[in-house]
């Protein structure tokens, strides 16, 4: 069973910054996929990043070009950079990982972008 602890939520007025870091509990070997997805209220769960062990990344339109993903294959962690955030970001981020037909996910931490 695999673990994720979130870190770094919180509150933050339109046009700032936080940044978001997830961690693995147990080492994982071979290629496997983590990213995050957000839920705001009364919405479904969407996906915000992800990265492969590879490096290769993808991104939600609504975040491209302000939000930036990496990941320390050696740690099994992953860190996502949100800059010019937005009011529409405000939602519980919940890290994901997935290898092969195994989906991990973390507990959620709250970002709320507000004024």
């Known amino acids: 069973q695999v673990h994720l602890v979130e870190a770094g939520g919180g509150l933050v007025q339109p046009g700032g910054s936080l940044r978001l870091s997830c961690a693995a509990s147990?080492?994982?070997?071979?290629?496997?996929?983590m990213g995050w997805y957000r839920q705001a209220p009364g919405k479904e769960r969407e996906r915000v990043s992800t990265?492969?062990?590879?490096?290769?990344?993808t991104y939600a339109d609504s975040v491209k070009g302000r939000f930036t993903i990496s990941r320390d294959n050696a740690k099994n962690t992953v860190d996502l950079q949100m800059n010019n955030l937005k009011p529409e970001a405000t939602a519980v981020y919940y890290c994901?990982?997935?290898?092969?037909?195994?989906?991990?996910w973390g507990q959620g931490t709250q970002v709320t972008v507000s004024s």
């Open positions: 147990t080492i994982i070997y071979g290629t496997y996929i």
């Open positions: 994901l990982l997935m290898k092969g037909p195994q989906t991990y």
């Open positions: 990265i492969v062990t590879g490096g290769a990344t």
